[in-house]
T-cell receptor, first 117, second 113 residues
Framework: DAGVIQSPRHEVTEMGQEVTLRCKPISGHDYLFWYRQTMMRGLELLIYFNNNVPIDDSGMPEDRFSAKMPNASFSTLKIQPSEPRDSAVYFC???????????????FGPGTRLTVL | GESVGLHLPTLSVQEGDNSIINCAYSNSASDYFIWYKQESGKGPQFIIDIRSNMDKRQGQRVTVLLNKTVKHLSLQIAATQPGDSAVYFCAEKLETSYDKVIFGPGTSLSVIP
């Protein structure tokens, strides 16, 4: 298995532009998570899906952020318009279902390093 | 309140020595505690977890200890190797949400060859 795949690995854009980050979870995993990592705030959960349905988006910073999961093998995180403070590494992770909920073991992708100028 | 910036605690250990990484938690309602390792340029990777009704759990070269009385969690790495150099996160899963994992700020481990 190739693991969780994210693209692009690096993105440099200008303030005001739309940014779309992509994720392919591990096949068969029921849960997909989007995280943001910065030195200031550490690793923050933005949103997660169960069986393609958004369950908790309380971590999404503001309306400029949106996420979709149109099918079990693909998810996007979109920022429109982007701002310099959105610069961070964005991780996608997936996990299988275990008794009671998502497994404690989440499988992370390599991340997308976003720089907004 | 929020931190102005995260200054990761750093632990330097001689190769071959044992490492102990500590973590304090505040939520008594956590049902699971989990350790993740993040190497430079990569995503976090699961190491080991422990349920709140346990005090100790051992894995391959790692041991996690849980002291609920003082809300303290530790990860012990035996015979530390250069490949163990990474940032280590303790994380918790609340009984109120069996899906979400809440990550702590992390500790940077540096192994001296």
């Amino acid at each position: 298995d190739a693991g969780v795949i994210q693209s692009p690995r690096h993105e440099v854009t200008e303030m005001g532009q739309e940014v779309t980050l992509r994720c392919k979870p591990i096949s068969g995993h029921d849960y997909l998570f989007w995280y943001r990592q910065t030195m200031m705030r550490g690793l923050e959960l933005l949103i997660y899906f169960n069986n393609n349905v958004p369950i908790d988006d309380s971590g999404m910073p503001e309306d400029r952020f949106s996420a979709k999961m149109p099918n079990a093998s693909f998810s996007t995180l979109k920022i429109q318009p982007s701002e310099p403070r959105d610069s961070a590494v964005y991780f996608c992770a997936s996990s299988p279902l275990e008794i009671g909920g998502a497994s404690n073991e989440q499988f992370f992708g390599p991340g997308t390093r976003l720089t907004v100028l | 309140g929020e931190s102005v910036g995260l200054h990761l605690p750093t632990l330097s250990v001689q190769e071959g020595d044992n490492s102990i990484i500590n973590c304090a938690y505040s939520n008594s309602a956590s049902d699971y505690f989990i350790w993740y390792k993040q190497e430079s340029g990569k995503g976090p990777q699961f190491i080991i977890d422990i349920r709140s009704n346990m005090d100790k759990r051992q894995g391959q070269r790692v041991t996690v200890l849980l002291n609920k009385t003082v809300k303290h969690l530790s990860l012990q790495i035996a015979a530390t190797q250069p490949g163990d150099s990474a940032v280590y996160f303790c994380a918790e899963k609340l009984e109120t949400s069996y899906d979400k994992v809440i990550f702590g700020p992390g500790t940077s481990l540096s192994v001296i060859p």
